[in-house]
DNA sequence: CCTACCGATCGGTAGG
DNA sequence: CCTACCGATCGGTAGG
């Protein structure tokens, strides 16, 4: 059962700045099949294709990864653990201020989706995970889905917010994130702080928040 | 290049009721098409499979279509022009009363995400279509976000809206309920009309909607 | 609207 | 007896 070291995640370089984006820095072969599922997808990826832009031999990549679907499995773990870390620190530097936490969070996942839009849009391909490897996944983002849920119903407890059923209000702003992978470009208009910082205003009216926080500007 | 007849899109009924869904009346090949389709995607889908299941020869299926992409269009563009079909019924039902013009024409699409899951899933496949393709189908879906984006801003001129930038808060929504494909199943607890008054209620609230009389606790 | 096929390529593994 | 690979090819299947 057990051979040798297939790298599976922990591809994710420590994080002191929740805000902070360094290039992701994949192994090759990852960062080759990562351009390959994005451009066509899991199945329209041919592991020689990831071997050719990777540089290697096919042979190498079954040596390195228990086989292709080792190489979704160790993208989209890699992604969820990024933002997930990434989400608890953006929590904790709001030192239970809900407010805070909340438009740190959201922020947060937005800066994720945009920062990261490659491996973030995988998300659409989970479904052609294998049963098992789903389960850990899935296990992940309701990590997330939990954070964000956590923090709206403390928001309502406060009287902060105003929502009619937190779930379902939560679920669908994480789907509203989401969704920015399907159009951003990092060569539009706008860069991912600009676009975060519109997705936390819309996020608050969403939540009925009372209070509005002071617009933050961007300095250099 | 013109040969026999292609079963392309027109597979919509007319409609008179756009809160009502008749089941899809889908050619027995389109139906197993969009079957396999949810199932293993686009490319990981053969065409052998879709004959199987819809219990007709390979050669069949190039015989009503042009190819397996024509089964994807036929697919996308029927599910895209049935939506529009419906919102623009359900935005003139509202008379240009623009809080049930957006109400409806919300409802109208969570309906949608719901009631035709499968075809409306087929969103993220859209990738796959060649350019030529794409852009018909990408069109169709244009005049679906001008349409709530029209209504929006219409909400906002009229002071019954509150958003920073309609064009962002409306692509925001779109995204909302374009994510319940990804969570909805006919046998969960919630029906197709619960799950869009809530995403309606939360719509609402996102752009701002003065829905019921503001607590006039001091001054604004 | 079927049988019979094609050029090529699929995911994965052999021996060395 | 391990690692890092190679050229060649496995049994089957892809879209057409």
Chains 1, 2 share one sequence.
Request: aromatic share 6%; proline share 4%; charged share 25%.
């Amino acid at each position: 059962m057990n051979q040798g070291e297939h790298v599976t995640a922990k591809t994710t370089a420590r994080l002191d700045d929740w805000r902070s984006f360094a290039p992701l820095d994949l192994h090759p072969i990852l960062a080759a099949a990562l351009d390959r599922f994005r451009e066509h997808g899991y199945h329209g990826t041919t592991v020689r294709d990831v071997a050719g832009r990777a540089g290697v031999s096919l042979p190498m990549i079954y040596y390195r990864f228990e086989n292709k679907q080792g190489l979704l499995v160790a993208l989209l773990e890699d992604a969820m653990s990024e933002v997930l870390q990434r989400a608890r620190l953006a929590d904790a530097e709001a030192e239970g201020r809900v407010l805070e936490r909340f438009s740190n969070v959201v922020e947060c996942i937005v800066l994720h989706m945009t920062h990261r839009t490659a491996t973030a849009g995988l998300d659409s391909e989970l479904r052609y995970l294998e049963p098992a490897n789903r389960k850990k996944y899935a296990a992940l983002r309701k990590e997330l889905e939990e954070l964000l849920l956590e923090i709206v119903e403390e928001g309502v407890a406060q009287g902060l917010f105003e929502v009619d059923r937190a779930p379902d209000t939560s679920r669908a702003l994480l789907g509203m994130c989401q969704a920015v992978t399907g159009w951003y470009h990092s060569d539009g208009p706008l860069t991912p702080e600009e676009i975060a910082d519109r997705y936390v205003a819309i996020s608050l009216r969403t939540v009925g928040a009372r209070v509005r926080p002071a617009p933050r500007t961007h300095g250099h």
